[in-house]
């Protein structure tokens, strides 16, 4: 039974990998016009008990800014920062699904959270440095069915 529905989970997640890849191509020449940025997909990956993603932060951006998580297995997070100079932050304000992340990540250092996503839904995360969020540091976390 677990076995069928974590290959249900794995298919889907393969496919959803492909369209993130056509979407990347398709949208490649315009990555500097300026206009909100399209979504970049990532997928956490299980390894064991707990699914492990990466995600880059940026004054501009979050690279992915869409994240798939799977409800009720516990996440392990790594925030990247390569810039030179500014701090980011990870913030998550859920508490009607009882989802709250809060982490700075200083310049060139990563930052590695852990949090279980409890309820099924989409939520906003984005940094809360200076404009950043303005200026499209913003994403969505999507937790799904297992
Ligand atoms: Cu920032």
Redesign the pocket.
């Known amino acids: 039974m677990d076995g069928l529905a974590v290959a249900g989970v794995n298919r889907r997640v393969r496919w959803l990998g492909a369209a993130a890849t056509v979407a990347t191509l398709a949208v490649g020449g315009c990555a500097t016009s300026g206009f909100e940025r399209l979504p970049s997909l990532g997928v956490a990956e299980l390894s064991g008990d707990v699914q492990v993603a990466r995600i880059k932060?940026?004054?501009h951006f979050f690279e992915p800014n869409r994240l798939i998580v799977q409800v009720g297995v516990r996440v392990r997070l790594v925030l990247e920062n390569d810039?030179l100079l500014?701090?980011?932050?990870f913030v998550v304000f859920a508490p009607e699904a009882d989802l709250e992340i809060n982490v700075y990540v200083p310049a060139r250092q990563q930052v590695t959270v852990q949090f279980v996503p409890h309820e099924v839904g989409e939520f906003t995360f984005y940094?809360?440095?200076?404009d950043?969020?303005e200026r499209g540091?913003t994403g969505t976390l999507v937790v799904v069915e297992r």
């Open positions: 932060v940026n004054s810039s500014a701090g980011h932050a940094c809360n440095i200076n950043h969020a540091a």
